[in-house]
């Protein structure tokens, strides 16, 4: 069976610009988590959706948001970007909300 | 509020010898404790999981972790390291709710291992 699949794997974008991340979730999983990972640090949890719903944010901008699609894959969007925004983007997929599967990520750089 | 500490950044162990990786947690109720490793550039892999009974469960690659509510721990172990277990380990709690959740990570402990 397919893991957690991100796309795109790595992209540079520049200061201002706007980006979208995606992710697939395993087969049967029906929530999908977004985290930020910068450099030497540990997972920083976004958002979760359940179900096509949001069922937790978390201490981002609103320049972040995030959706679910009815195939339960989902997209993260970043608008205005900044040089803070440069990490490795996880997608991480569970049946209802729980134990976490994580995706290879998106590395993300703006210049 | 839920935290976790990893108090070691980087530990550096000789091929064959034990390992034990310390984690600290802050929460209310029953945690739900996870580790994960991470290689450079790589997505999280998870190596085992606390949801309650045993308070020593088992994982992959031969690792171990015990729960401790009265030191609020869960230290990761292993008797022998090998090359190949050189990563990224990073602790997570659990918090979960009604279709929901977040995992809340510490921020990870670098293991380097000598030949």
């Known amino acids: 069976d397919a893991g957690v699949t991100q796309s795109p794997t790595h992209l540079i974008k520049t200061r201002g610009q706007q980006v979208t991340l995606r992710c697939s979730p395993i087969?049967?999983?029906?929530?999908v988590s977004w985290y930020q990972q910068v450099l030497g640090q540990g997972p920083q949890f976004i958002f979760q959706?359940?179900?096509?719903?949001?069922?937790g944010r978390g201490n981002f901008p609103d320049r972040f948001s995030a959706r679910q699609f009815p195939n339960y894959s989902s997209e993260l969007n970043v608008n205005a970007l900044l040089l803070g925004d440069s990490a490795l983007y996880l997608c991480?997929?569970?049946?209802?909300?729980?134990?976490?599967?994580f995706g290879q990520g998106t590395r993300l750089t703006v210049v | 509020a839920q935290s976790v500490t990893q108090p070691d950044i980087h530990i550096t162990v000789s091929e064959g010898a034990s390992l034990e990786l310390r984690c600290n947690y802050s929460y209310g109720a029953t945690p739900y404790l996870f580790w994960y490793v991470q290689s450079p550039g790589q997505g999280l892999q998870l190596l085992l999981k606390y949801f309650s009974g045993d308070t020593l469960v088992q994982g992959i690659k031969g690792f171990e972790a015990e729960f401790k509510r009265s030191q609020s721990s869960f230290n990761l172990r292993k008797p022998s390291v090998h090359w190949s277990d050189a990563a990224e380990y990073f602790c997570a709690v659990g918090v979960f709710y009604n279709q929901g959740g977040k995992l809340i990570f510490g921020q990870g402990t670098e293991l380097s291992v000598k030949p």
């Open positions: 959706y359940y179900e096509k719903e949001e069922r």
């Open positions: 087969s049967g999983h029906k929530s």
């Open positions: 991480a997929s569970s049946p209802r909300g729980g134990e976490a599967f």
